[in-house]
């Protein structure tokens, strides 16, 4: 029992290295150095196909849209001496029939003069709404102006100005009321235009940008679902064009835009125009198979594809008109590319298709 005990509680002991050695114990293995004869290949740019990839995509999304010179025509001063002559003979034919209607019957003619009083200050309403609607969107465009060259001269009380302006265009959206409760508060304690701009950007269109890629992406996936079903190529022309015009009026509602009727022909007129100037309407096939890989684009049937390509020119013009509506141009945030809404539309593309398991 005692010998036990000792054996269990051994003192500690030391012991020595060469003397291990000098009893036979085995070294441990040493591997000689070996040559690789076999080249590193460095794969170049032009093969890699991520670059490839990141490439394509980029290649999808166009440049920031600007609106149009307005410039004098001839065509516009032919439309509107053909205006004023329908004008005039319509108040021809109305006066007419107002005379006719008096040589029957006096109530007739007072009840066709009031008709046309009530019309005529309808008439004017509405066009004191496009015009106002009209004013607001070149408004905003000017701000953008002024912001962009306040920034870039470095001028502190024009971009003061500038930003005090862009607060009052965005005072009844709700969602900037945080932004514009942070603005005042450090109101005095920035000097440096640059820094007064990125951070008004930050604060009051962060949201708004959100809100904004949202409509786009939901568009965009509207239209890659009903024209991969619908059954005829006009439909899906004119379910694009719909929600088209449906996406650019919301943008330009969420950045404080009022466009009426003549303002949203407007701004489809500059969006249109600048992806037609900038290559942007049509998209290749080989494009399109680069950006969502030859083996997902086999596996897409032709419909479904249709309908993918559909969605990413929905996306394009959504790009154009958020530039062509936002009140400031991108700083301090990311503009929004193709790839932010690439996987959305199609969800194999983040998928590495030749590894298994993923």
Request: aromatic content about 4%; some cysteine; glycine content about 8%.
């Amino acid at each position: 029992m005692n010998d036990e005990f000792k054996h269990r509680h051994r003192k500690p002991s030391a012991f020595s290295v060469e003397e291990e050695r000098r009893r036979g114990s085995p070294e441990p293995a040493q591997r000689s150095p070996a040559s690789f004869d076999d080249k590193v290949i460095m794969t170049s740019d032009a093969e890699d196909p991520f670059i490839e990839t990141t490439a394509a995509a980029e290649a999808l999304t166009p440049p920031e849209a600007r609106p149009r010179r307005r410039r004098f025509s001839f065509g516009k001063v032919a439309v509107g001496a053909a205006a004023i002559v329908v004008s005039l003979a319509i108040g021809l034919w109305i006066d007419q029939l107002v005379r006719d209607l008096f040589s029957r019957t006096d109530w007739l003619g007072y009840a066709a003069i009031a008709v046309v009083v009530i019309g005529i200050l309808a008439f004017l309403i509405v066009i004191a709404r496009e015009l106002a609607g009209m004013m607001q969107l070149t408004a905003i465009q000017t701000l953008k102006t002024d912001v962009a060259q306040a920034a870039a001269l470095g001028n502190g009380k024009a971009a003061r100005a500038a930003i005090s302006k862009l607060v009052h265009l965005l005072a009844a959206n709700p969602r900037t009321a945080r932004g514009r409760a942070r603005l005042a508060e450090t109101e005095g304690d920035i000097i440096d235009a640059p820094h007064l701009v990125e951070l008004a950007e930050r604060e009051l269109l962060t949201p708004l940008d959100r809100d904004a890629r949202r409509i786009i992406l939901s568009a965009s996936k509207r239209v890659s679902i009903v024209t991969a079903v619908s059954p005829r190529a006009l439909i899906d022309i004119g379910y694009v064009l719909y929600e088209s015009a449906r996406m650019i009026r919301a943008m330009a509602e969420i950045y404080g835009g009022r466009p009426g009727t003549l303002g949203l022909l407007r701004l489809m007129r500059d969006v249109i125009a600048h992806l037609a100037v900038t290559g942007s309407i049509a998209v290749g096939d080989s494009l399109v198979q680069q950006v969502l890989g030859h083996g997902l684009a086999s596996k897409l049937s032709a419909r479904l594809g249709e309908g993918v390509i559909n969605g990413l020119m929905t996306a394009r013009i959504g790009i154009a008109a958020m530039d062509l509506c936002r009140p400031m141009p991108f700083r301090a945030l990311k503009r929004p590319g193709i790839g932010d809404f690439l996987a959305d539309l199609a969800p194999g593309t983040s998928r590495t298709e030749d590894a298994p398991g993923l």
